[in-house]
């Protein structure tokens, strides 16, 4: 919907809002409609225009404790008695915030808000939340403040997938002094959170210092904001599907081969590495973190073998291809040993290892598997013969023939019977295996949770 340019009256401002709700209603009809309802002005209006407007969905207002105050007890009850004079189903939880989480006690706190209410859900609700077109405003702007890129100018979305069901914020089309005059319209009573007074917090910060002087100057600001998170959204998506197009040409989003790569142009490269990064579940790198990663790539050969790390990931070049991954653990110390067994799973910084019976008639005997089975990492020397093969090979020239990347030959779990090295990794087993009787029950080591090994399969 498009920001409207006055305070508004009451029957316009329902008919507003009831246009964005049917909207979103004629692509996803909801069961149900909660509202994230925390008895200040802004979830105050929502829930009372719901409660008037002719209903979309059966709605209910929920609000979540989160025990961080002193009143908050209060502040429950009050929503629960607004919420009955209204005629609305009310739910009330109460949520431990994780103090010590290390991202901020407010960040921490919209966490566990956002995670109780998601819980709520059941499939195709929506959960509306009270973000207005101020609310939008500072978003940009500390996001500008703090560097951001089209994707954060986006700010708040205003109907996007959530849970189960869906998250819409109806409200972004209006500013706070709309929601005010439509409060005071309707003799609507509110809370006023004391935290939102809180200079300290960069939000408010703004909301109190900053955006105040930019509203007398330019009164059309946070209209302003809202039509840009509009625009920004509308090229993020055109960006995306590009990405989408140029990643089809990959196996995997964590594979990335130079020719691929260099076959773009930069606007392009960088595009899709953003993209590829956000596919992987890895942490986006700052601007200059990003131009090192592509550079690697499109500077690499045969031989390179750069490594860019960055908070949250790490590339590295091998055989002309990035891969991309998570930041790997340290390794078990040197000289480690575990012993593996039947039923009984080993967890550490190379993965989870565990023996699955095989019905094939192909893996280690069992007798082997009860003389004992030690797990071990490579020390330096070892050579193998696996089955198929008439000659012992070194690890090194085993893990070359099948690519497996100089990163993580050291941390391919090593299965020994005594002193006799009997399978590497779920890569190969000992051909020694094959002289054991064909009746005798097989065992096959199974490794997993780990990074990749080497290069998929090319499509």
């Keep these: 919907m498009q920001p409207h340019d006055h305070v508004m009256q009451p029957d316009a401002f329902a008919a507003a809002l009831r246009a964005v709700l049917d909207e979103w209603a004629a692509q996803h009809p909801p069961p149900r409609i909660t509202v994230a309802f925390s008895g200040g002005l802004d979830s105050t209006v929502l829930v009372a225009a719901l409660a008037r407007l002719p209903p979309v969905a059966p709605v209910r207002a929920a609000h979540v404790d989160h025990s961080l105050h002193p009143r908050s007890a209060e502040w429950s009850a009050h929503c629960g008695e607004v919420a009955a004079a209204l005629g609305v189903e009310y739910f009330g939880a109460r949520v431990a915030v994780e103090r010590a989480s290390g991202e901020g006690l407010e960040a921490a706190a919209r966490e566990a808000r956002y995670r109780a209410l998601a819980e709520l859900l059941v499939p195709g609700e929506w959960l509306l939340t009270a973000h207005h077109a101020d609310d939008q405003l500072e978003t940009l702007l500390l996001r500008l403040l703090r560097g951001t890129g089209i994707r954060g100018l986006r700010g708040i979305i205003g109907f996007a997938p959530f849970g189960g069901g869906w998250l819409g914020r109806p409200l972004l089309g209006f500013t706070r002094d709309e929601l005010l005059a439509e409060a005071e319209a309707r003799r609507l009573s509110w809370l006023e959170d004391p935290s939102n007074v809180e200079p300290r917090q960069d939000r408010n910060y703004l909301r109190l210092n900053v955006v105040p002087a930019l509203r007398a100057r330019w009164p059309r600001a946070a209209r302003n904001a809202v039509r840009l998170a509009v625009q920004a959204n509308d090229a993020e998506r055109l960006l995306e599907a590009q990405a989408e197009a140029d990643a089809a040409k990959l196996a995997e989003p964590w594979h990335v081969p130079r020719e691929v790569l260099a076959a773009l142009e930069p606007a392009r490269q960088r595009n899709l590495l953003r993209h590829l990064l956000r596919a992987s579940g890895l942490t986006a790198p700052s601007a200059a973190k990003l131009e090192e990663l592509r550079n690697a790539l499109l500077d690499a050969r045969a031989e390179s073998r750069a490594h860019v790390r960055w908070p949250g990931g790490e590339g590295r070049v091998y055989r002309e291809a990035l891969y991309l991954s998570a930041a790997?653990?340290?390794?078990?110390?040197?000289?480690?040993?575990?012993?593996?067994?039947?039923?009984?799973?080993?967890?550490?910084?190379?993965?989870?290892?565990?023996?699955?019976?095989?019905?094939?008639?192909?893996?280690?005997?069992?007798?082997?598997?009860?003389?004992?089975?030690?797990?071990?990492?490579?020390?330096?020397?070892?050579?193998?013969?696996?089955?198929?093969?008439?000659?012992?090979?070194s690890l090194k020239h085993l893990f070359q023939e099948i690519g497996v990347v100089p990163w993580m030959r050291d941390r391919v779990p090593l299965i020994y019977r005594g002193d006799e090295l009997v399978a590497i990794g779920d890569l190969w087993f000992a051909a020694e295996a094959d002289s054991a009787p064909a009746a005798e029950p097989r065992w096959r080591v199974r490794w997993s949770e780990h990074p990749a090994l080497r290069a998929p399969e090319p499509r």
């Design 328 to 393: 790997l653990p340290p390794a078990s110390p040197s000289g480690y040993t575990a012993r593996i067994d039947r039923g009984i799973a080993w967890v550490g910084p190379e993965g989870r290892i565990w023996l699955e019976r095989e019905d094939s008639g192909v893996g280690l005997p069992q007798a082997w598997v009860e003389q004992g089975l030690t797990l071990k990492f490579r020390a330096g020397g070892e050579r193998f013969r696996p089955r198929g093969r008439d000659h012992r090979h």
